[in-house]
């Protein structure tokens, strides 16, 4: 009997977004990851602050960690607030892990961040993406094809 699909996730408030890492990376599969959080951690994202710009995720001692990502100081923390760029774990099944792992190991490919957001439930969680990176002639290609479906869609617009 065949498995069936996992049903699709739908995100509801997004609090921080890697918008280069599209530009940046071919994206192959798309993970959605909890992340462990302290409490300050979650008031911070609550209020809409956080970035994950310039940040990474690790596979080590079969676990994930979201590397380099900066969720500010809550402003009403006082001495329970937490270290903003601290390594944050990440809540995937061991099978993802070892996938991830096996895939960022073998074929050079990288664990990039795309989203933090909160889902239905209220539960922080990472959309994660397993992804390989870009050469400069690639970049070039997908920003004029990109461009090309633009024109494509004026010229549509336009006669029809």
Do not use: C
Request: net charge positive; hydrophobic share 35%.
């Amino acid at each position: 009997m065949a498995r069936p699909k996992p049903e699709t996730f739908d995100k509801k408030k997004i609090v921080a977004e890697n918008r280069r890492a599209r530009y940046d990376y071919a994206i192959d599969q798309v993970y959605e990851a909890g992340i462990a959080l302290t409490g300050t951690e979650v008031k911070s994202l609550r209020f809409g602050e956080g970035s994950i710009a310039e940040s990474y995720a690790e596979v080590s001692d079969e676990q994930v960690w979201l590397i380099n990502s900066n969720i500010p100081e809550f402003s009403h923390g006082n001495r329970f607030n937490h270290e903003p760029k601290r390594p944050r774990k990440l809540l995937l099944h061991a099978r993802e892990i070892a996938k991830l792992h096996g895939a960022v190991a073998r074929q050079g490919m990288t664990l990039v961040p795309l989203s933090i957001f909160f889902n239905g439930r209220g539960r922080a969680k990472v959309e994660l993406a397993l992804a390989k990176g870009k050469k400069a002639p690639d970049k070039r290609a997908a920003t004029k094809e990109r461009e090309w479906k633009r024109e494509q869609g004026r010229l549509l617009r336009d006669r029809g």
